[in-house]
């Protein structure tokens, strides 16, 4: 066990509708990164937010945002959902501010889109 | 483009064997390499890190080798376990925050 919680575990919805992914992260971690791991693509980092701030940005589509919370928990939001987004949504975090640190992943959302 | 290539996809072992997985990268900013084990239905679990002022790092029956000329790092798997059977993912990471992956490996370790 990680530390990092993540929910819900599975989540089903349809085309065009918006979702919610959330995550806490180990106790004392200030950084939070979210990554999409689907088949073709692998583990994808999307982004990363320090002490509720946005700290680094990757391949994270326009539809998807997210945030850190005064409490260091994060919430991901994916609209207009296609079913090119169904996926694997995982959550990790990490102590220090400064790159690279040790990254500790939860156990994930899988997001099915019909 | 894919800055980190993971090979091989996929690899079977005896029990008792040496499992051996490479991987290579382009980017040179890359200063972190670490090596994640995912287990079905988990998230990637933190196996073992190693960075570049090292050629080699060793964890129990686990052991990065790290070549910066050649810009490729491996990961040996010494007396392979049916328990060791995972997907195994290395990654980069550098001054960006970020990490990138490999696409995995999927070891099977026959009983």
């Known amino acids: 066990d990680s530390g990092v919680t993540q929910t819900p575990k599975h989540l089903i919805t349809a085309t065009g509708q918006r979702v919610t992914l959330r995550c806490s992260p180990r106790?004392?971690?200030?950084?939070v990164y979210w990554y999409q791991q689907s088949l073709d693509q692998g583990l994808q980092f999307l982004i990363q937010?320090?002490?509720?701030?946005?700290?680094a940005k990757g391949n994270i589509l326009e539809r998807f945002s997210a945030q850190q919370f005064p409490d260091l928990h994060s919430e991901l939001n994916l609209s207009s959902l296609e079913l090119g987004d169904s996926a694997l949504y995982f959550c990790?975090?990490?102590?220090?501010?400064?790159?690279?640190?040790?990254?500790?992943f939860g156990p994930g959302t899988r997001l099915t889109v019909l | 483009q894919q800055q980190v290539k993971q090979s091989p996809q996929s690899l079977i072992v005896q029990k008792g064997g040496i499992s051996i997985i490479n991987c290579a990268y382009e980017?040179?900013?890359?200063?972190?390499f670490p090596w994640y084990q995912q287990f079905p239905g988990k998230g990637p679990a933190l196996l073992i890190a190693?960075?570049?002022?090292?050629s080699e790092k060793k964890e129990g029956r686990f052991t990065i080798s790290f070549n910066k000329s050649a810009k490729q790092f491996s990961l040996h798997i010494m007396d392979s376990q049916p328990g060791d059977s995972a997907t195994y993912f290395c990654?980069?990471?550098?001054?960006?925050?970020?990490?990138?992956f490999g696409k995995g490996t999927l070891l099977t370790v026959n009983p």
């Open positions: 990790a975090s990490s102590v220090a501010p400064t790159s690279p640190d040790t990254q500790y």
């Open positions: 980017n040179t900013a890359f200063d972190y």
């Open positions: 190693i960075r570049p002022d090292v």
């Open positions: 990654a980069a990471g550098g001054s960006n925050y970020k990490l990138t």
């Open positions: 937010y320090y002490n509720g701030e946005e700290r």
């Open positions: 106790s004392g971690d200030l950084s």
